[in-house]
């Protein structure tokens, strides 16, 4: 009784955007020429009810068309990677013309190289379809950034 009566809720909630659809389409007043009661609400509520629209679609969709949107989104994520391991090589390709002590060159240059065999090692993750591992790569990722940015870009101010 407790799971039928949410599914009762969002479905009601659900026809009755799909008659305010319609009777946007009408202008959204009833044959009075008053405005229908349930079509008086505020955006947040309307936003809300399309909202649970879009969880109950997900929530229904079956095995083959989760699969084929996590691929989707497999394949932005190894987009990115492409294009942060090329951001890196333009990096590592200005390293010359940075004003830097030998060591920092160093440094510098060894953590563009992690950045590059991190990115890497994303794009071959999102290659796969190995999501449950991404997370803890992005998170190298950033620890990374983090530790270049702390070091370098602090130079220019």
């Avoid at 509520?45 to 949107?69: A, G, V």
């Amino acid at each position: 009784m407790k799971k039928i009566l949410p599914i009762t809720f969002i479905l009601v909630l659900s026809a009755c955007a799909h008659q305010h659809d319609e009777q946007s389409n009408l202008g959204g007043e009833s044959t009075t020429g008053q405005p229908a009661l349930h079509s008086i609400h505020d955006s947040q509520l309307r936003l809300m009810m399309d909202r649970m629209d879009t969880l109950m679609h997900e929530r229904f969709m079956t095995e083959t068309q989760l699969d084929s949107e996590r691929r989707k989104y497999a394949q932005r994520i190894a987009d990115s990677a492409q294009k942060l391991s090329q951001t890196v090589d333009t990096i590592i390709s200005k390293m010359p013309g940075l004003t830097l002590t030998p060591s920092e060159q160093t440094t510098f240059l060894a953590l563009a190289n992690k950045l590059h065999d991190q990115t890497g090692q994303l794009y071959d993750l999102a290659s796969r379809n190995r999501l449950e591992d991404i997370n803890v790569r992005l998170h190298q990722i950033n620890t990374t950034c983090i530790s270049c940015h702390a070091l370098f870009r602090e130079m220019d101010n």
